[in-house]
């Protein structure tokens, strides 16, 4: 295996991205609430797609940060840092919703509450989420339950034990030179999985084969950044106005796919292919794009917060919408102005929360292993 040339690479621009995509994903669950066309258009409604988003890229960092685990040992601290990383915010957030079921019975008779009772809300499907399974097909599982994001959390952790299972068996079997080609099958697979499930190409699927469309999109990013890593050195070489002609480009694709996405939603996994291109494309940092973001110190912050809003947002969307539209009696057309309200809501209890339960739980072990280059100052990370 070549040694890495992007070691010093931050991919601040990457870590942007996240954290706008997030929030366009917050606008998404809250458009049902909403009658505004600030937020009930063909953009939002289809933002949902975004979540592919974030596999491809947590596909891109853990092979920037995992290029080898030889053995069983190594594996065993992969998968250790990644419970680490992702699942206390998880704990907290299905604790929360928990709480919620709660309070709603003991306010009901003095605020109007909708679906009192959440069919999808049970003590069976709060132990799936508990051991995050609820992104695979269970009996007597009909949707997404509790903290309904975190079907994602659940494909995510997944496509981990899958990663490192196969890169454990690459490295012990001396076939790094074939990664590439494994990578290639696992994608494959996951796709002809999906499409027997619906005889299309369609991936937006979530409580039931949603594991199966976070491993697609995760080893989409590993191929993506195993193409990156190659041509890193010779690319980086171009004049910067083919950068930024990619960069225009790329993300008026995207935006004008992600409007058609009632449309292309049946052919769900072209939206792995533009996700690949604008992962590769921003990954280099050299367009005009790029620079303009990198100016912006609201968005390294969203980058930063990002799986926070992600984890947090549809809790206090509710909590938002009971005291503004049940108890306050606001209509649902005052959404216009109010999801501004909401999402500065949702930006400081993520900084809270990142800073008090993200990082404070933290896999403290400041040792190295088996070429993992895990630095919070340089490794995005790797969660949706």
């Not at 699942?87 to 079921?101: I, Q, R, T």
């Not at 499907?125 to 994001?149: A, E, Q």
């Not at 490192?164 to 099958?185: A, D, E, H, P, T």
Request: charged fraction near 15%.
């Amino acid at each position: 295996m070549s040694d890495l040339k992007t070691q010093r690479h931050r991919f601040e621009v990457l870590d942007m991205f996240r954290g706008i995509f997030a929030s366009l994903v917050f606008l998404f669950h809250l458009g049902p609430f909403a009658d505004t066309r600030i937020l009930n258009n063909s953009f939002v409604e289809n933002s949902d797609m975004f979540v592919d988003f974030f596999f491809v890229l947590s596909g891109f960092v853990i092979a920037y940060s995992y290029q080898s685990m030889p053995d069983l040992q190594s594996l065993k601290l992969f998968l250790t840092k990644r419970i680490y990383r992702i699942y206390p915010l998880h704990f907290v957030m299905l604790l929360a919703f928990a709480g919620m079921g709660i309070a709603k019975n003991l306010l009901n008779p003095y605020v109007k509450v909708n679906n009192l009772v959440n069919p999808a809300n049970t003590v069976y499907t709060f132990f799936t989420s508990l051991f995050l399974i609820n992104s695979t097909p269970l009996p007597g599982v009909k949707d997404v339950s509790w903290n309904i994001p975190s079907w994602s959390i659940s494909a995510e952790m997944i496509a981990y034990l899958v990663f490192g299972m196969l890169v454990v068996f690459i490295c012990s079997s001396k076939q790094i030179s074939r990664r590439n080609s494994y990578y290639l099958l696992v994608v494959v697979i996951s796709l002809t999985g999906l499409w027997f499930v619906s005889e299309s190409f369609q991936i937006n699927y979530s409580f039931n084969y949603g594991f199966l469309r976070g491993i697609l999109g995760f080893f989409t990013g590993v191929l993506c950044f195993n193409l990156f890593n190659q041509t890193n050195e010779a690319l980086r070489k171009l004049p910067a106005y083919l950068f930024s002609i990619s960069e225009i480009v790329t993300i008026t694709v995207i935006t004008t796919c992600i409007c058609k996405g009632e449309e292309l939603k049946p052919l769900g996994a072209i939206f792995e292919v533009l996700f690949f291109a604008c992962i590769f494309i921003f990954s280099f940092e050299k367009g005009i794009i790029s620079s303009g973001l990198k100016n912006i110190g609201l968005l390294k912050k969203l980058g930063q917060y990002s799986y926070s809003i992600y984890m947090t947002h549809a809790f206090l969307i509710s909590i938002f919408n009971v005291l503004f539209i049940r108890i306050i009696k606001l209509p649902p057309t005052s959404y216009s102005w109010l999801f501004i309200l909401n999402f500065i809501l949702i930006y400081f209890v993520s900084a809270w929360m990142y800073k008090n339960v993200e990082m404070r739980f933290q896999y403290k072990k400041s040792k190295n292993t088996n070429g993992g280059k895990e630095n919070a100052q340089v490794e995005l990370r790797g969660d949706i």
